[in-house]
């Protein structure tokens, strides 16, 4: 029976990196662990309507390193660098009096990054659009800015049903066992009336690896079950009569 994986998981030193680069050991494991969590959860909190795909957190020996990808630098920053100011302070008390030092990256194209495109969706869910509506715009959205696939997934009590169904909308190709393509995943959740939905986003970004090589599938095929047909069944059928009688 197949199993899910986390895709990123699943791609991580071969085309993905690790969103925590740093070293511990023992107690001090923990220790830094827990303030990466707390790190996360007090950005996920106050840049809630900032557009925040994913944070990367680098440590040296007292200092730390936070990189922060938006699609809207400009609210993270504030006037004259004001937010940036209380998000250093603030950060600096979660690690102890660690440097602290913060980093933005914009994202150039927020329609093909699959963590925004799940949390806008779960935006429009709790603004009580349809799911349908919602899904089928971002794939639209998605394939018009070069996508070369996306595909959507919203479970829950969709539409406000009684029983929890999940409905799926793909477009274009996504193949997510092959590694080399450069698959994007996200997660999000919307907290409805009737109960939290969970949308999940898979992008293929259009990048070309170079082999310009095609499958061959149905040759193949064909192949062998003309041997299965020609030589198994009579080779066996021949052999076993003899061996039964002695």
Sequence with gaps: MGQKVNPIAFRLAVNKDWRSKWYAS??????????DLAIRGYLKNKLINAGLARVVIERAWNSVRVTLHTSRPGLIIGRQGKEIEVMTKDIT?????AQVKIDIIEIRKPELDAQLVAEQIAVQLERRISFRRAMKRA????????????????????GGADIARAEGYREGKVPLQTLRVPLDYGFAEARTLYGIIGIKCWVNKKEDD?????????????????????????DRGGDRRPNNRN
């Design 139 to 158: 794939l639209q959205t998605a394939m018009e800015f070069g996508a070369e696939g996306i595909r959507l997934r919203c479970a829950g009590r969709l």
């Design 210 to 234: 170079g082999t310009g090589k095609q499958p061959q599938g149905r040759n193949d095929r064909g192949d062998r079950g003309g041997d299965r047909r020609g030589g198994g069944g009579g």
């Design 26 to 35: 023992g107690k001090d494991y923990t220790n830094k662990l827990h303030e």
């Design 93 to 97: 008390s979660l690690c102890k009096g």
